[in-house]
């Protein structure tokens, strides 16, 4: 079959609730993906953060061959021999007392809703049903109606309410705004510390510090989701850690076992996460041995092959290469670490038509809120397979428009 069967089958029988960039990658390795056709592609989305490590990682897939010849999944009715260590490991590394593991991203996200909130309750006073979280505009954490119930963005709430009430929406990076909506009844803030879905927004200078010291006086949680912002992507093993913040509950996910199996956890000390006993929350399969071990060795990649300093070296060199460039169609660049956004000027008609130019040069990238180019290679990349990439990204961004398909 061709990529355009493969397109016309996904189309004919599939849900359309994406729109991906028409290229049907068959196989991967390390940065590189490659078609049905043998086309091969720099993958610069890199799963959205979910294969930081690089695609089928040798020593990931491994595991998850060994592992799955032992066992699979043994429910959290009983004890297995990965589930523990990946907890000591994983505590161990970012200087926690527990973890709590699901499967996705959006599952490890209401995990923390429910802590935040069980903490409120029992530990702060809050009378029963009147607990708040206080989010952000512009935010993204997942797909439940939980979490699109406290989105700002309209496209992600048509027609799918009624919606969960406690949430107050407040404007990312406005302090005095967070200030304001502070009251007895706030459980808990919860914010991603670099915006990604949002188009690579970063808060100003000492906004995560300014949110930590508000979350001590009003004696609420700091909830930081590093589902996509986290294990290197920024530069740093966790993106609060540019700012020498320590919030109450971490949120993973993606890349948490690069991105050969889904495992999230929420991250956090027994003040917290003790609120929760046998029957209060659970997953069949959040904790099961295949998961654990592939994040084991996910998780040891990370730090034994220096991926998180890459990020922090090449993705300055990126930033600093694509500061520089001259093109009438380039509004701002922005980022940190290997996480970059390139955003356009409304005139050019917006991202997707670049982004299917670069498709055409063999350097997958995708578009974001319309008018942002999202560049995030896998955190391994070489200093030569990223000015390759750059080289392409200059080419299309200082040519004449694209035109849209």
């Given at each position: 079959m061709s990529s355009l069967d493969f397109i016309s089958q996904e189309s004919a029988f599939g849900a359309h609730n994406y729109h991906p960039l028409e290229v049907v990658i068959e196989r991967a390795s390390g940065v590189w993906v490659w078609d049905v056709e043998?086309?091969?592609?720099?993958?610069?989305?890199?799963?959205?953060?979910?294969?930081?490590?690089?695609?089928?990682?040798?020593?990931i897939i491994e595991t998850l061959k060994q592992q799955a010849e032992k066992c699979t999944l043994t429910s959290r009715a009983f004890f297995n021999d990965q589930l523990g260590p990946f907890y000591q490991q994983l505590s161990e590394l970012l200087g926690?007392?527990?973890?709590?593991?699901?499967?996705?991203?959006?599952?490890?996200?209401?995990?923390?809703?429910?802590?935040?909130?069980?903490?409120?309750?029992?530990?702060?006073?809050?009378?029963?049903?009147?607990a708040e979280i206080l989010v952000f505009g512009g935010?993204?954490?997942?797909?439940?109606?939980?979490?699109?119930?406290?989105?700002?963005?309209?496209?992600?709430?048509?027609?799918?309410?009624?919606?969960?009430?406690?949430?107050?929406?407040?404007p990312y990076g406005?302090?005095?705004?967070?200030?304001?909506?502070?009251?007895?009844?706030?459980?808990?803030?919860?914010?991603?510390?670099?915006?990604?879905?949002?188009?690579?927004?970063?808060?100003p200078a000492g906004y995560l510090q300014a949110?930590?010291?508000?979350?001590?006086?009003?004696?609420?949680?700091?909830?930081?989701?590093?589902?996509?912002?986290?294990?290197?992507?920024?530069?740093?093993?966790?993106?609060?850690q540019h700012e020498n913040v320590r919030p109450d509950l971490v949120i993973l996910g993606k890349a948490l076992s690069g991105g050969v199996y889904p495992v999230s956890a929420v991250v956090g000390?027994?003040?917290?996460?003790?609120?929760?006993?046998?029957?209060?929350?659970?997953?069949?399969?959040?904790?099961?041995?295949?998961?654990?071990?592939?994040?084991?060795?996910?998780?040891?990649?990370?730090v034994d092959e220096g991926m998180v300093e890459n990020s922090r070296d090449l993705g300055a060199y990126a930033l600093e290469r694509l500061c520089k460039l001259d093109s009438p169609h380039v509004k701002d660049v922005r980022g940190l670490g290997l996480w970059i956004g390139i955003e356009l000027h409304a005139e050019t008609g917006g991202a997707r038509p670049f982004c299917e130019a670069l498709r055409g040069m063999g350097v997958l990238c995708k578009?974001?809120?319309?008018?942002?180019?999202?560049?995030?290679?896998?955190?391994?990349?070489?200093?030569?397979?990223?000015?390759?990439?750059?080289?392409?990204?200059?080419?299309?961004?200082t040519a004449p428009l694209p035109v849209a398909k």
């Open positions: 043998g086309k091969k592609y720099l993958d610069c989305l890199a799963a959205y953060s979910a294969v930081n490590q690089g695609h089928c990682h040798p020593k926690y007392e527990k973890v709590l593991p699901m499967n996705t991203g959006a599952e490890a996200v209401e995990t923390a809703i429910k802590a935040a909130r069980r903490w409120g309750y029992r530990n702060k006073g809050i009378a029963a049903g009147q935010n993204f954490h997942g797909r439940t109606t939980t979490v699109v119930g406290f989105s700002s963005d309209d496209a992600y709430q048509a027609d799918f309410g009624p919606f969960t009430p406690g949430f107050k929406i407040v406005d302090l005095a705004a967070v200030e304001a909506a502070m009251n007895g009844n706030v459980c808990a803030m919860l914010i991603e510390p670099i915006q990604g879905e949002a188009g690579i927004i970063i808060p949110l930590r010291a508000l979350a001590d006086k009003n004696n609420c949680l700091l909830i930081c989701d590093e589902i996509q912002a986290g294990l290197g992507r920024t530069g740093k093993m966790l993106c609060c000390d027994d003040k917290v996460l003790s609120v929760f006993e046998p029957g209060s929350h659970g997953s069949t399969y959040g904790g099961n041995p295949l998961g654990a071990a592939c994040a084991r060795t996910a998780l040891s990649v990370l578009e974001t809120h319309d008018y942002v180019i999202r560049f995030a290679p896998p955190l391994m990349i070489s200093k030569a397979d990223l000015d390759w990439a750059l080289e392409q990204l200059e080419a299309v961004l």
